[in-house]
């Protein structure tokens, strides 16, 4: 489809972004430099062009001379500088091209110098010296052509018709124009590639965000987890060894999941094109979630049943009951806490509840928990709410849309 665009109506792909060189070009290319082959080819165009345009006008201009060579000869070198000083050269081309037409050199393509030159000026983004540049080399052959003809050489010639200045004219408003294009088109061709590096430079810090996001899930939960159980092993080993067993089953139990979610991650981060080797998790492993807690001594009931969701939808759903009840654990001294599932239309509400008290002052969890809950909810386009309940205890209360895809595409 798209290969067909490409070769349909509208312009290609190049004209909109940019010729296929122009991302690769390093910052050192970017520099200017010297542009030694194409002077040397305009240069010798330029006295190629103008001994047959002397022997085209012989009897009706001046014979080339040293003088009219050492003109040609500087019009066409100035034009090595013009990329680094492009007002300078335009300046020295228009004003050498005046004095090569005032001294009654023939006509011919030593105007190609100058439309080079005014090319080079305007497309570096100097506008009015290009304009004054031109303006002032046809001002000039007007003065030249119908005025001081009388004390010009060559001695005898008459005043250069008014249509030839016109024609003349319109070849400077065509360059200029053309000129004025090329511009443009660079510009946006810079715009175009500034944004391309933003959104880049965006995708990197929310893949950046994501993975931190995933990491402080899964440590969080566990290591919480196994801080539990590594202290009730303790406190149990000498009065009761089957009860410290179960809770050092449990700790190995843990940090192998634990280290499994992680090893994905740092997959993810190796290979990012590849697909993931193991499932994300979702709402599926609730009962995972619930018999961990209560391992940790936390009571959880869950009432209602997720709808099908999509992947991102039951990933974030997954994650943000996981921190909510991991926050129970280390903040809130409830040994219970309560999770409802329900659908409300296209969104499913999720809600998580313990009784309190606090245990400390991080009430409901740290500041990148939540953060990290709110990211999630955000970047599916749903809202989370956390906070203290009147009768005590704290409640997370999360809105997500159920088919993400659908969302995006109705808000297009």
Excluded at 13 to 39: A, I, K, Q, V, Y
Aim: charged share 25%.
């Amino acid at each position: 489809m798209d290969a067909q665009h490409e070769r349909g109506a509208g312009p290609p792909r190049w004209w909109r972004h940019g010729p296929p060189w122009w991302d690769r070009r390093g910052d050192e290319d970017r520099r200017p430099r010297w542009p030694w082959r194409s002077t040397a080819l305009i240069t010798a165009f330029v006295f190629i062009g103008s001994n047959f345009a002397a022997h085209a006008q012989e009897g009706e201009r001046a014979a080339l001379d040293p003088f009219a060579r050492a003109l040609l000869l500087v019009t066409g070198a100035a034009l090595l500088w013009r990329r680094r000083h492009p007002v300078a050269v335009v300046f020295c081309t228009a004003a050498t091209t005046l004095v090569y037409l005032g001294a009654g050199y023939p006509y011919g393509p030593v105007f190609l110098a100058v439309a080079v030159a005014c090319f080079s000026a305007l497309v570096a983004g100097h506008r009015r010296a290009a304009w004054a540049a031109m303006a002032t080399l046809w001002a000039g052959h007007v003065l030249v052509a119908h005025w001081l003809y009388r004390w010009l050489p060559p001695s005898g010639d008459d005043a250069a018709p008014w249509g030839q200045e016109i024609v003349i004219a319109t070849w400077v408003v065509a360059i200029v124009a053309l000129s004025e294009l090329v511009r443009t088109r660079r510009e946006q061709w810079a715009r175009d590639r500034a944004e391309r590096a933003e959104a880049a430079k965006r995708r990197a810090d929310e893949e950046r965000l994501r993975i931190a996001r995933e990491l402080h899930d899964v440590l969080a939960h566990s290591i919480s987890v196994i801080n539990v159980q590594a202290g009730m092993g303790l406190a149990l080993l000498d009065s009761d060894p089957e009860q410290a067993r179960a809770a050092l089953t449990t700790i190995k139990d843990q940090s192998k999941e634990a280290l499994g979610e992680v090893r994905q991650v740092l997959d993810t981060l190796r290979t990012p094109g590849d697909a993931p080797r193991t499932p994300a998790p979702g709402l599926d492993r609730l009962p995972e979630l619930v018999e961990q807690a209560a391992g940790a001594g936390l009571t959880v009931e869950v009432e209602g049943k997720a709808p099908r969701l999509s992947p991102g939808t039951d990933l974030a759903a997954f994650r943000i009951v996981q921190e909510a009840l991991t926050n129970v654990v280390r903040h809130s001294g409830s040994r219970h806490a309560r999770v409802l599932l329900a659908r409300d239309g296209r969104t499913l509400r999720l809600r998580v509840d313990d009784d309190g008290p606090a245990t400390g002052a991080d009430a409901g969890g740290s500041g990148n928990g939540l953060a990290g809950m709110r990211e999630r909810a955000a970047a599916l386009g749903g809202t989370i709410e956390a906070g203290p309940r009147a009768d005590g205890g704290f409640r997370v209360l999360a809105a997500l849309p159920i088919d993400v895809a659908r969302t995006k595409e109705e808000d297009r």
